[in-house]
């Protein structure tokens, strides 16, 4: 049993650093000149990085609605860490990681949300480009967080 705890452990651990780097990484949409983000987006001029804000065309609302279901996804996963090592030690067998496991099905929920707005609405007509590597990084973490939040539910059962 202490080698599955370990391991969801470090589980829950890449998750929340494969969230926090999808979230703060400057490589969603990246191109030989333009690499874009959440958050801003820097140009390539004269063979230095310079920051620059996102293009107006970029529709706000759906920006902002990905920024901040990044976010909240980074911070239900954090959570969910700390609930699981809390209730190591507080709760009874049998309710034991129900919290981790629904703080893991929220963060996987946002993430979720965060990508699939971004696929849907963002450059869908640009020719030249491609996704990068935080776009990637945020789709591995909606299949970890959600394979994690699964681990807690089976698991709560099985030590009911």
Known sequence: MLVLLAAIFVLHLTCI??????TI?????????VSTD?????????????YTELPDFYPKEYLQ???ASSVLACIFCILGLF???AQLYTLPKGRRFLFSGVFQLL????????????????????RFGSYGASFILAWISV?????SCVTYFVLRKKTA
């Open 17 to 22: 650093a494969l969230l926090l780097a999808a």
């Open 25 to 33: 990484h400057n490589a969603w949409w990246v191109t030989d000149t």
């Open 38 to 50: 959440i958050w801003a987006r820097w140009t390539l001029t004269g063979g230095q990085w310079n």
């Open 65 to 67: 609605a990905v920024q």
């Open 83 to 85: 609930v699981f090592v």
């Open 107 to 126: 963060a996987w929920l946002c993430i979720m949300i965060a990508a699939s707005i971004y696929t849907d609405i963002f450059h869908k007509d640009e």
């Open 143 to 147: 299949c970890l967080t959600f394979i």
